[in-house]
């Protein structure tokens, strides 16, 4: 068990010092030429707020799979070089007809995103290409439940690959993936923060939410869950209440909800760090950031300005992120950024392990 | 291409002479001591009269799974012992819990069956330990379909392993396991009679059935399709029309329509052969008969005296069994079994292929 606690002297409060997270199924609502650059730059900000210093974002926006092929990563990527408040990287969407076009943009995309969600839905029998085409070294990612998840775990044992399941919500996909582990097929998962916290017993009707008998299950199974993930949960669950869709939905909630299950005894700090930061890290083949988060446990959350407003079906949670350090600059302090210029890098090809990429040194205001 | 078809000369009808038939997943409404050698005669019977010298049973009934330890196969065994009309096999079913029962019957049974249908559901999660308990020469044989197909897919890879699909009606399970086949898993299907002649637009809501979609699938995909069987699907349907649930349903149809696809110019005489004798005696490793089947196929099936009469959804068939003949004794003349006895023997431990069980010479009368 890590030692990261500590007593905050003046108040005697709980602090924890965490390095930098990995917003690693990060979503962005549009990447449209419009509003991209402002969504965009909102999410990466409240990531870096919220405690994430990089973000993998998702190549399915509210308007559909929009990375594709080297010509949208080219115009997405340029359309929002200078808006980020963290380091960065993109996947490929696989789509029923993309096979020929996904290996040259392997080397400057993270992983390539097999999604079959509603903004996006992939017929499983057209991906066995995209399994020959895509590098053996690079990760594939995939959103796949039920019948979906069985055939792509199918595929990712037929041509001897390893995946990441991401978004997990159902007891059955879980014994699935514990089972294909059990058997050696390189296979991870993350769940959604909100789908721990939430289930069609708080909200009736809302299938994407795991039942209370999935959602049981997989607190019983945190052992086999590698990541915890934001992803894009929180914007349908807003959708699906006629909420306000603003960009970064979720991502402030993700450490306090985790700090309450803290509280309570049932994960650990160790945990934490583990699914956010050292996992997805290994499995993604993320650059370490020299990134340091000072957090307070037991300030009520609303004691903080918030950099970007956004609804939460969560109150009075508790864990401010009262400072962040990328290396021994400080780029958030209560949830303000304090770095004037967005200095956040794409990551992309030849970029590796241990070769940090962010900008230091960040400039102060 | 196989020359099988010559002229009868007393009337110029087209005859042809096969091989003894296989009907590997041969279904009987019920196994239970009052009914069950009454049921299991008239199988046999009824197979031997369509051309089917060798019954591969299914392990379950319409009461469900009746075979799932050496117990229940030796109480069926003894049951059924000198009512049998062609040699014949059981096959085990796995069930959430007979993991551990199963291999001591191996030797004794022609296949392990994952039973998903509606007589016996399996979990796939509660399987994986079947996998390891059987043995790697025995085949597997499910009907599962959809998610369950997907699952026991990736089990047969992840175990590697072979398998067979029975009665596969849906376009998706089909490029599923085409999928499959072109990576080199070692999976075979077959696809009931029935379901190349009868879709959903024939039977609104009959959802075993395929749909028309998925039928021209099946058609489109003849020589991925390595069996064909007859299986529960025509007492499935007798059962959901309220027609007379007899044993032996389905039976007297299968050559005459696939005679009725060969007319049509949408199958060969080779294919049936194929589908009925060399490819599911591989798969399942079942003797060889030394049996001729002797057809006129021009000659009314209703111009023949059945000897079991049956309902069928079929009209106007065409296509007579004149003449069964084991070794060099006939066994069945127009549809009338002229052996006194059952002589039909069951396949135990040890048999293998071009070891011939059946007993001849038969009796007549
Ligand atoms: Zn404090
Ligand atoms: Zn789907
Ligand atoms: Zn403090
Ligand atoms: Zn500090
Ligand atoms: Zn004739
Ligand atoms: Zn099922
Ligand atoms: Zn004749
Ligand atoms: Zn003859």
Redesign the pocket.
């Known amino acids: 068990k890590l030692d990261v606690s500590s007593n905050d002297a003046q108040t005697s409060h709980k602090t924890v010092i965490l390095p930098g997270l990995i917003n690693f199924a990060s979503f962005i609502p549009t990447l449209s030429s419009e509003k991209g650059p402002v969504d965009f730059e909102a999410v990466t900000r409240s990531s870096l707020a919220a405690g994430f210093s990089f973000n993998s974002f998702l190549p399915s926006t509210l308007d559909g799979a929009v990375i594709t092929d080297a010509r949208s990563l080219t115009t997405v990527s340029e359309l929002v070089s200078n808006s980020a408040y963290t380091d960065y990287g993109f996947s490929v969407a696989a789509t029923d007809s993309n096979a020929a076009q996904i290996q040259v943009v392997s080397g400057a995309t993270v992983s390539l995103y097999l999604p079959f969600n509603e903004f996006s839905h992939n017929q499983v029998g057209a991906l066995s290409a995209h399994f020959a085409a895509w590098p053996e070294s690079k990760p594939i990612i995939t959103d796949a439940k039920t019948t979906d998840l069985a055939s792509v775990l199918l595929l990712t044992s037929l041509h001897n690959r390893r995946i990441h399941v991401t978004g997990v919500t159902g007891k059955d996909d879980l014994a699935l993936i514990i089972m294909a582990k059990s058997k050696d097929l390189r296979v991870t998962c993350d769940v959604s923060i909100y789908s721990l916290f939430l289930s069609q017993e708080d909200y009736p009707g809302i299938s994407f939410l795991p039942t209370k008998a999935d959602q049981d299950a997989l607190w019983d199974n945190l052992a086999e869950i590698d990541c915890l993930s934001i992803g894009n949960l929180p914007t349908l669950l807003a959708k699906a209440l006629n909420k306000p869709v603003t960009a970064g939905l979720g991502i402030a909630d993700a450490l306090p909800l985790l700090f309450s299950a803290v509280n309570e005894g049932k994960m650990t700090m160790e945990y934490i760090i583990e699914r956010l930061n050292i996992n997805p890290a290994k499995i993604f083949d993320i650059p370490e950031q020299d990134a340091?988060v000072?957090i307070d446990l037991d300030r009520p959350v609303a004691s903080s300005k918030a950099s970007v407003p956004a609804w939460s079906p969560f109150e009075s949670l508790k864990g401010v992120i009262e400072?962040v350090?990328i290396g021994l600059q400080?780029v958030c302090l209560e949830g303000e950024i304090i770095v004037q210029d967005a200095l956040g890098k794409e990551v992309t090809s030849g970029i590796h392990r241990n070769q940090s990429v962010i900008s230091t040194p960040v400039e102060l205001t």
Chains 1, 2 share one sequence.
Do not use: A, D, V
Request: charge should be neutral; hydrophobic fraction near 0%; avoid cysteine.
């Open positions: 340091t000072e400072r350090h400080t």
